[in-house]
T-cell receptor, first 115, second 109 residues
Framework: GAVVSQHPSWVICKSGTSVKIECRSLDFQATTMFWYRQFPKQSLMLMATSNEGSKATYEQGVEKDKFLINHASLTLSTLTVTSAHPEDSSFYIC???????????FGQGTRLTVV | RKEVEQDPGPFNVPEGATVAFNCTYS??????FFWYRQDCRKEPKLLMS???SGNEDGRFTAQLNRASQYISLLIRDSKLSDSATYLCVVNKGYQKVTFGIGTKLQVIP
């Protein structure tokens, strides 16, 4: 099946620094990728939709200047958490949809801890 | 009303028990439906797709009721390894999926 690879799987950073998370589709092209965030004991919440070659679409309440998304190729989308703060500590997961309304393929997730 | 609603549980059941989860969705135009399993601190993994005709995979049976806008998941003969959070996922089309909050299942020895 389709594989989505996400890197890094975990990262600890100091408050105020920026962190980049990569999401790659390994054996298929993904014109669209989704970025989710999951706080402990909460559901996956869609943050933004990443579109290859165009600007990302952000969900209400998500700061686009803080969570920079770049989808420069058909196989790579990146999420950069800028000026991270402890409240940004969370589990971030990317996914790419299957064709014909099939299931979504998820990256392994990135656990971000900001200290 | 949330787009996808699930009882978060937890459901604590003994080994060998049968347990059922329901999930309701609000958008009648939703096109496809799935159950995902998520283990603690891991990414969700597809458990099974859900069809109107119902589908069964071993101990797992999924059902879709479009008229009432709900989907269900039945797990028979629960195993300890079934302990996880089960996510109801609805695809509205345009490649956009919506997740339920997930139902936590704990199978007890």
């Amino acid at each position: 099946g389709a594989v989505v690879s996400q890197h890094p799987s975990w990262v600890i950073c100091k408050s105020g620094t920026s962190v980049k998370i990569e999401c790659r589709s390994l054996d298929f092209q993904a014109t669209t990728m989704f970025w989710y965030r999951q706080f402990p004991k909460q559901s996956l919440m869609l943050m933004a939709t990443s579109n290859e070659g165009s600007k990302a679409t952000y969900e209400q309440g998500v700061e686009k200047d803080k969570f920079l998304i770049n989808h420069a190729s058909l196989t790579l989308s990146t999420l950069t958490v800028t000026s991270a703060h402890p409240e940004d500590s969370s589990f971030y997961i990317c996914s790419a949809p299957g064709q014909w309304n099939t299931e979504a393929f998820f990256g392994q997730g990135t656990r971000l801890t900001v200290v | 009303r949330k787009e996808v609603e699930q009882d978060p549980g937890p459901f604590n059941v003994p080994e060998g028990a049968t347990v059922a989860f329901n999930c309701t969705y609000s958008n009648s135009a939703s096109q496809s439906f799935f159950w995902y399993r998520q283990d603690c601190r891991k990414e969700p993994k597809l458990l099974m797709s859900v069809y109107s005709s119902g589908n069964e995979d071993g101990r797992f049976t999924a059902q879709l009721n479009r008229a009432s806008q709900y989907i269900s998941l039945l797990i028979r003969d629960s195993k300890l390894s079934d302990s996880a959070t089960y996510l109801c996922v609805v695809n509205k089309g345009y490649q956009k999926v919506t997740f339920g909050i997930g139902t936590k299942l704990q199978v007890i020895p």
